[in-house]
């Protein structure tokens, strides 16, 4: 099993036309960094995703 390090920022798959797609094939290690989280030693990247895309009823657009 992979050990994960990298992940997308969850408010934006949430708001993304992709957000019910598997998106796991994505590498996200080559994504910009947001945050870095420390866990039990472990360290986690948020990521900003390059894939996103708003979704159209998306109504809380800037």
Do not use: Y
């Not at 420390?38 to 894939?51: A, F, M, Q």
Request: charged share 30%.
């Amino acid at each position: 099993m992979t050990q994960i390090s990298h992940i997308p920022k969850g408010g934006m798959c949430a708001q993304c036309q992709h957000c019910l797609t598997d998106c796991s094939w994505r590498d996200f290690e080559s994504m910009p960094p947001l945050a870095a989280k420390h866990d039990r030693g472990e360290e986690l990247t948020i990521v900003k995703c390059t894939g996103f895309e708003r979704r159209e009823d998306d109504e809380h657009r800037d």
